[in-house]
């Protein structure tokens, strides 16, 4: 943990089926998974969604009759930052576990697929952000090496029920450009320092240290209407017009 709170942009991911313990939240408002980022500009990437399947989650009353999921500690906070119905009191409707979620199609701001689907990923801590992750497998390494397991071995999608066209569809797609690291820069380091599954700990916080400053300060973006332009110049642009079409939030913690 850092000295000074964190600030995450909340992606609005839009649940388009109700299935399984979901369908409980039917007619209800329009569902909505809240991913916690500290990288808005990468939803041009978007090839799935993080959940932790043992994790406990839960749906919300959000503002505007939307129902927001994430974890009660994500939306206590929320409720802090005026951003629930009632200050200090978030409105439980329906509590979830993260296996409930798996396999829900999403709709993301500015992913360049029409939906995504969600996935489980093992490394998620429920004692930071929402417990949801975008995933953007060519810029973080935790993302690319935790779809590949999900590829490489179908018996990790039998346990959790992940069907093949959740996962097997959906390749890497190049969004910045980082010098030195090409258009693809997750999967360059987690190549370079052979990283082969989601479990080794040790080598990923290596690939990111790596990576994820480099993206930010070095970046240029590839795809979508900054194309050209600098990561850092663009970031908060990007996020702010998310936030301006309700498509994301600011959070802090
Ligand atoms: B980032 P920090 Cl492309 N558990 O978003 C594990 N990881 C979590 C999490 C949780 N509860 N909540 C958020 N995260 C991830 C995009 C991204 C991210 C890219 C590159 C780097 C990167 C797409 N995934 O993060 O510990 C989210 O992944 C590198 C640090 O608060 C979030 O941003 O510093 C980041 O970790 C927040 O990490």
């Known amino acids: 943990e850092g000295a000074g709170p964190q600030e995450y942009t909340l992606i609005k991911m839009e649940a388009l089926e109700l299935n399984g313990k979901l369908a409980e939240l039917a007619g209800k408002g329009r569902v909505f998974l809240l991913a916690a980022t500290l990288r808005p500009e990468t939803m041009y990437g978007q090839t799935n969604c993080w959940v932790l399947p043992e994790g406990n989650y839960g749906a919300f009353r959000g503002l505007n009759d939307e129902i927001w999921i994430c974890t009660q500690r994500a939306a ?51 004692n930071k952000g929402t417990g949801v992750v975008t995933s953007v497998p060519s810029d973080s390494p935790d993302d690319y090496t935790a779809l590949m397991d999900l590829k490489k071995k179908p018996k990790l999608r039998e346990k959790y029920g992940v069907k093949d066209e959740w996962v097997l569809p959906f390749e890497v797609i190049p969004i910045i450009e980082i010098p030195g690291f090409g258009i693809t820069a997750a999967v360059k380091v987690c190549e370079d320092l052979k990283i082969t599954s989601q479990n080794d700990t040790v080598k990923l916080a290596e690939a990111k240290q790596q990576v994820y400053l480099k993206g930010f300060t070095d970046g240029v973006m590839i795809v979508g209407p900054y194309s050209g332009r600098k990561v850092s110049e663009v970031k908060p642009v990007i996020r702010e017009e998310m936030v301006a079409d309700s498509r994301a939030m600011i959070y802090s913690e």
């Open 76 to 126: 206590l906070n929320l409720s802090y930052q005026e951003r629930t119905p009632v200050r200090g009191q978030p409105e439980l409707l329906l509590e979830l576990t993260g296996q409930d979620l798996i396999g829900t199609p999403v709709g993301s701001p500015n992913c360049p697929h029409p939906h995504v689907y969600v996935l489980p990923l093992l490394t998620i801590l429920t």
